[in-house]
């Protein structure tokens, strides 16, 4: 039940023992994960855990309770796949500057995105008090219906490594059901975690814009056309990577915009919002370095950005839509092992004045890659 509690240790002893880079370590690690355990029965719940993207399996796992049967890549691409947040914070109490990026569709909910462009109808509700969320968190399970909530993911016991400043960063996980007073979770991995009331309580109402909220799907009248909710997906994407998402001043650090303001930022030799100043300093750059290699492989994403995940998507939509999303397929696999090989050189990294201009000169080349990835897609949608 403690699988997850020390992923970052495991990684990182990975790398130190057998010599491999952080995204083969990672790599490994979910290997021998989906590998190991048993998962536990649960009446009408079909399996726990995920092979590389957490919120795509537990959507998929929430619609094969109603029969609707979709892999975890496709499950991926209806969430909306792959998009792009940088952003640097800093505050005064914390010694360091924090790097965010966020390489997977954003800011929508998972299964929001996933319900809309399936045409499925989701059900939220809310409370103000644990109590009373329990109650509808329980009602929903009697009911055959299990439940995504979005939680403190510092709360979570078997995530006990995660930072003191990203303790509250909305996680999702599925409640599938209780046993023996406690309640089954579907989070990473291959058997559930039990959380007893109190604990759950807790982590739901950690996070501010998710506090007690509970989701579930409505049983569909009919089978979704997956064809037209795939088509939908593409859209989605491509028009989050070139156009505005949020509606303000911010969309400048989204999408492709993003990513030209990462490489600005990793050129800037003179601001203070260049990296060569803001993560100069030894812990600044220990810190900021680890956790770009994080964003770029599991933090709000699967390895390699989410890039690889979504390429066997589009390999799976082509004959499902009869769209062409071969060239665009190979566009994504190849940004993918690029930001695979950013994430590693991150996090092997030790001296700024090395790593920030060899960072600068990769991120120009993926960012090529991902403008030859948004034509494919604008293009084969266009033409379709």
Known sequence: MTEQHSLKKRIRERME?????????????LAERRHSGHPAAVTGYPAFGSDEHTPSALCRHMLAVDDIGVSEPMAFGLGGGIGFLYAVFEYRQVPHPLLTIVAQHHPQPWLDAVAGHLGLDLSTVTSSAPGAALKKLDAAL??????????GRGLLPWHGDTRVEE???????????????????DDSA?????LTSDQLA???????????????????????????????????????????????AFDVN????GMERLLADLEDTTTKKGWRRRFGPPEAFGVGMTRLAECLTWAHTAPGAGRSLYGAFLEEAGPITGLELASAAEAARDA??????????????TQPDV????????????????????????????AG
């Open 202 to 248: 807790a982590a739901w109402g950690a996070h501010r814009a998710g506090r007690f909220r509970l989701e579930t799907l409505r049983p569909p009248a009919a089978a979704p056309d997956l064809a037209v909710a795939v088509r939908a997906s593409i859209a989605t994407t491509t028009a989050h990577l070139t156009g505005p998402v949020l509606g303000n």
């Open 142 to 151: 009697d009911a055959g219906r299990p439940a995504m909530l979005t939680v």
């Open 336 to 349: 993918g092992s690029q930001w695979a090989g950013i994430a590693d050189v991150a996090a092997a990294a």
């Open 254 to 257: 989204v999408g492709l915009s």
């Open 190 to 194: 291959p058997e559930p975690h039990l």
């Open 17 to 29: 023992r057998t010599g491999e880079s952080y995204t083969a370590a990672h790599r490994r690690i």
């Open 355 to 382: 790593t920030i201009p060899d960072l600068a000169d990769r991120v120009r080349s993926v960012l090529g890659v991902e403008r030859r990835l948004v034509s494919e897609l604008q293009h084969a949608l266009a």
């Open 167 to 185: 303790a509250a960063d909305p996680y999702p996980i599925v409640v599938a059901g209780r046993a023996d007073g406690r309640y089954l979770v």
